[in-house]
C-alpha cells in the first residue's frame, strides 16, 4: 500500500489525476473503473484541463462505474450516468458508447447485475479502480455487512448514505432507497485500485480501513488485501493516522 498525504482536496484531486492519467498514457486502450460522489469531481476537472491542453488522449479509453441508483435514468440529473456525462465524458474525447454504467431503468435486478457482470467481463477486467470512500467505510454502494464475494447486486442503502448522499436531491424523500452496485469481488479484481479520501467527517473510517480489521462491517477494510492499493488522502482525513 503507498499512501500519498495531500495538503487539501484540491492537492488530492491533482495527485489522483496524476495518477490517472499515468495510466492512461501508459496504456492509452485501458479500462477505468470510475466513481461518484464529491471526492472525485476535483480530479475529474483537473483530467478534463489536460485533455483540453492536449496532454490526455481518452479516444480508446473504456470506463465502467462502480453504481447508479436503482430506478434512475440518464435523463435524471440525480443519477450516476448524469453525473458521469456532466462531470466528464461531455468535455473530453472519451467514445460514450464505451463508458458503462449499472443499468438503473432496469427494474429486473438479477438482468441488470448479471448483465453489468458481463460488461466487465467483455471490457477484459478493470485497469485501476478509483474508489471514494462513505462515511460509513462503504465503497461503491457496499454498505456494511454486504458479503466480500459478492459481485454486482442490488443493494437497500442504509440510513447513513441516503442521509449523506440527500445533499444532492431536493428532499430526503427523494433519495433511492436502492442502488444497483459492483460487489467488492469486482472491485478487488481491478489491477489496481486507488482510494480518494477527503476532509475530517472520514478520518475515522479511513483509519479503519487501513489500520482496523479486515471485516465487512467496514467494507473499505477487504483494500488491505489487495496487492495494488494507492491511497491518496488529504491531511484531514489522515488526521487519526499521522500522529
Ligand atoms: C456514494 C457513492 C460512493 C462514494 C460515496 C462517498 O455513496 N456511491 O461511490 O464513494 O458516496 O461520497 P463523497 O465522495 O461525496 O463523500
Redesign the pocket.
Known sequence: MIIYKAKNYQDMSRKAANILSAQIIMKPDCVLGL??????VGAYQQLIEWYKKGDLDFCRVTSVN??EYKGLGPDSDQS?RYFMNSNLFDHVNIDISHTFIPNGLELDTKKACCEYNEVIAQVGGIDIQL?????NG????NEPGVAFERETHCVDLTES?IE??KRFFASEADVPRQ?Y?MGIKNIMQAKKILLIVSGKS?AQALKEALYGPITPLLPASVLQLHSDLTVVADEEALSLIDK
Open positions: 466513481a461518484t460522489g464529491s471526492s472525485p462502480l453504481d450516476y474508489l471514494g470512500l462513505g462515511n462503504h465503497i461503491g454502494f448514505t449523506a448522499n442502488a452496485t472520514k
